[in-house]
Structures are given as structure tokens and as C-alpha cells.
């Protein structure tokens, strides 16, 4: 199948599969608007890169660097390709594609919310996306956010240390015999290859104490 065709044909059961989520996923955990998404302000810090993985790499961002206690802490997670090949990936949301590890700055360990310790995932809980990155395209962070607040407590005044981890099924293009003179390539979603990206840490502050507020 030209790689045309069969681009469009993964490319609408992906968009199949996101409308059938997206349907289903329950208000609270919905942490960004998606109008806002396409209008936020500047991210920061605006060119810190993680380590290189299959010519990726991952960037962690936020709004800004301090916060008030129980203040949301928006963090968006951006893939740069850096190599001279498109690349299909897909994006698995918010609860099964990120990983976050918060640490105080003088490396203890953060204490989860009793929400994120005793959550188990579930089916509702998934945003899957198609991305496609040209050469040398960072993403763009639409379900890429992820609030730190929902999973630790951050409410202490101090500095807080964020990594983020996402996990990325990427798909590749095999040759393919030529047909009718033309070189095509062979579109393989059913064998992606598995891998994690890691971000450079992001130093924010807590400046003030939070009033008494439900955990998300």
C-alpha cells in the first residue's frame, strides 16, 4: 500500500480511537483546556533538551518558575527530532505516557497525593494521539501537560526539582518492493519500537503556603 494511503488509514483509526477516549475521560482528570492549549503564553525554560534517544529528545516546560502553595504547576512535555527523518509516535496522554519524579531541592523525595498513590488505570483515563514530527519539528504540547500538583504534594514553601519521563511507541517505514516504477514504503503500525525519553530537570519555587484544599 503506498505510504500515502496507508499513513491516512492508522492516522483516522488513531483519530477513531482518540474521539472514543476522549468521551469517556472524566472532568477531574482533564488538568488543561484545549483552547487554552493552542493559546498559552511562553513556556520555559525555552531551549533545555534531555538526553538523545532515537534522534528525540524531550523538553519539560512550565509557565513559570513560581507558584503559590496549591497553585496549579502546568508542565508540558515537547519532543524535538533532531534527525533528517520524519517520524510517526504515538502520544499516550497525560495518565499512561508521563512519568514525573518531584524531589525537594535538597534531593529528598516528595510524598505523592493519597489521589495518585491509589490510583489504578484504567481504559477511561487514556488520550491517544498520532504525532508526526518532520526533521528537526519540535511538538506541539496539546495533550503533552501534565499538573505535577495532581500526583505530589507541593504546597511547603521551597524549591521543588521536576523530571519528567514519556514514553514513546515509535513507528517506522520499511522498504518496499517498487510498484509500478515508483519507490513507496511499507507504513508499520502494528510494530513500533518502545522507548523513554528523559527531560532535563526544571528547578520551580513555592513561595507561600496553601489554604486547606481537596486534593485533585
Given at each position: 500500500?503506498?505510504?500515502?494511503?496507508?499513513?491516512?488509514?492508522?492516522?483516522?483509526a488513531?483519530?477513531?480511537?482518540?474521539v472514543?477516549?476522549l468521551?469517556?475521560v472524566p472532568?477531574?482528570?482533564?488538568?488543561?483546556?484545549?483552547?487554552?492549549?493552542?493559546?498559552?503564553?511562553?513556556?520555559?525554560p525555552?531551549n533545555?533538551?534531555?538526553a538523545i534517544?532515537n534522534?528525540?529528545?524531550?523538553?519539560?516546560?512550565?509557565?513559570?518558575?513560581?507558584?503559590?502553595?496549591?497553585?496549579?504547576?502546568?508542565?508540558?512535555?515537547?519532543?524535538?527530532?533532531?534527525?533528517?527523518?520524519?517520524?510517526?509516535?504515538?502520544?499516550?496522554?497525560?495518565?499512561?505516557?508521563?512519568?514525573?519524579?518531584?524531589?525537594?531541592?535538597?534531593?529528598?523525595?516528595?510524598?505523592?497525593?493519597d489521589?495518585?498513590?491509589?490510583?489504578?488505570?484504567?481504559?477511561?483515563?487514556?488520550?491517544?494521539?498520532?504525532?508526526g514530527l518532520?526533521?528537526?519539528?519540535?511538538s506541539?504540547p496539546l495533550?503533552?501537560?501534565?499538573?505535577?500538583?495532581?500526583?505530589?504534594?507541593?504546597?511547603?514553601?521551597?524549591?521543588?526539582?521536576?523530571?519528567?519521563?514519556?514514553h514513546?511507541?515509535l513507528?517506522?517505514?520499511?522498504?518496499?518492493?517498487?510498484y509500478?516504477?515508483s519507490?513507496h514504503k511499507?507504513?508499520?503500525?502494528?510494530?513500533?519500537?518502545?522507548?523513554?525519553?528523559?527531560?532535563?530537570?526544571?528547578?520551580v519555587?513555592?513561595v507561600a503556603?496553601?489554604?486547606?484544599k481537596?486534593?485533585?
Amino acid at each position: 500500500m503506498p505510504k500515502s494511503a496507508a499513513s491516512i488509514c492508522f492516522h483516522l483509526a488513531m483519530t477513531t480511537i482518540v474521539v472514543g477516549l476522549l468521551a469517556t475521560v472524566p472532568a477531574h482528570s482533564q488538568s488543561y483546556d484545549w483552547h487554552w492549549a493552542f493559546n498559552r503564553p511562553p513556556l520555559f525554560p525555552t531551549n533545555e533538551w534531555g538526553a538523545i534517544t532515537n534522534d528525540c529528545q524531550l523538553g519539560l516546560r512550565v509557565l513559570k518558575f513560581q507558584f503559590d502553595g496549591g497553585e496549579d504547576i502546568e508542565t508540558a512535555m515537547i519532543i524535538r527530532n533532531i534527525g533528517e527523518k520524519h517520524l510517526d509516535y504515538t502520544d499516550w496522554g497525560e495518565i499512561a505516557g508521563y512519568d514525573v519524579v518531584v524531589k525537594r531541592g535538597d534531593g529528598q523525595p516528595v510524598p505523592k497525593t493519597d489521589w495518585w498513590a491509589g490510583f489504578k488505570p484504567s481504559g477511561a483515563f487514556y488520550r491517544v494521539v498520532s504525532v508526526g514530527l518532520g526533521p528537526h519539528e519540535e511538538s506541539f504540547p496539546l495533550t503533552g501537560w501534565l499538573n505535577v500538583i495532581r500526583r505530589y504534594k507541593m504546597n511547603t514553601p521551597g524549591t521543588y526539582i521536576i523530571t519528567a519521563t514519556q514514553h514513546v511507541d515509535l513507528y517506522e517505514e520499511l522498504p518496499e518492493i517498487p510498484y509500478e516504477y515508483s519507490p513507496h514504503k511499507r507504513y508499520t503500525p502494528d510494530s513500533p519500537r518502545r522507548f523513554d525519553l528523559i527531560s532535563t530537570p526544571v528547578t520551580v519555587t513555592i513561595v507561600a503556603p496553601s489554604a486547606t484544599k481537596p486534593e485533585k
